[in-house]
């Protein structure tokens, strides 16, 4: 069964206090990762899409990397403006050879200043 | 350019009534895809549109429903509310139809149901 499981599910951090969060995957047939960030009330933001396994992506303070079976958030030296929910979403096929995307529940980050 | 567009940004209604949440994509995506979201639930799909034509669907009840327009634009309808459809809705736009191989996804602000 295609899953996305997210880990930790919260995680407070103090400024600059650099960590990683997880999303480990299984789903037939990958044709891509997403990252994306939600602030609360608000709709998701994307922020990258990882392809193939080895490709690393970065945006100011985070670093997205993927292998076969996950794929890790790097975050360095984060501000309090990095506190959000991140989630992450694998794209595959289903029986119709349409994409699918399945979600994951979620990593909540705080930083304290 | 614009992002993704939903109307009304907060919505509140009582059990039994009826209520159309709207979108409007990004400038030249044709795909348009809704969510629910809710807390523990996470982003539960309900269906994609493409070509003014539904092409997936998620598992939720008949009193869900959609439509596309010609210019992309899309609604969504729930009838006969219940307390549990109390939920963000998020209205998702992609440039490709859901045959592409992949594409990105871009979501708008999304609309606030509350059901009393």
């Known amino acids: 069964e295609d899953q996305v499981t997210q880990s930790p599910e919260a995680l407070r951090l103090q400024e600059g206090e650099s960590s990683s969060l997880n999303c480990s995957y299984t789903?037939?047939?990958?044709?891509?990762l997403f990252w994306y960030r939600q602030d609360p009330g608000k709709g998701p933001e994307f922020l990258f899409t990882?392809?193939?396994?080895?490709e690393e992506k970065e945006k100011e303070r985070l670093k997205a990397t993927l292998t076969k079976k996950e794929s890790f958030l790097h975050i360095t030296a984060p501000k309090p403006e990095d506190s959000a929910t991140y989630l992450c979403a694998v794209q595959g096929v289903d029986a119709g050879n349409n994409r699918k995307l399945i979600w994951g529940l979620g990593t909540s980050l705080g930083v304290n200043p | 350019k614009a992002g993704v567009t939903q109307t009304p940004r907060y919505l509140i209604k009582t059990r039994g009534q009826q209520v159309t949440l709207s979108c409007s994509p990004i400038?030249?995506?044709?795909?348009v895809s809704w969510y629910q979201q809710t807390p523990g639930q996470g982003l539960q799909f309900l269906f994609e549109?493409?070509?003014?034509?539904?092409?997936n669907k998620g598992n939720f009840p008949g009193r869900f429903s959609g439509r596309q327009f010609s210019n992309s634009r899309s609604e969504m309808n729930v009838s006969t509310l219940e307390l549990g459809d109390s939920a963000l809705y998020l209205c998702a736009s992609s440039l490709l139809g859901p045959g592409s191989r992949t594409d990105t996804q871009y979501f708008g602000p999304g609309t606030r149901l509350t059901v009393l």
């Open positions: 990882l392809y193939s396994a080895g």
């Open positions: 549109y493409f070509s003014e034509t539904q092409r």
């Open positions: 789903v037939s047939g990958l044709r891509g």
């Open positions: 400038s030249g995506h044709r795909s």
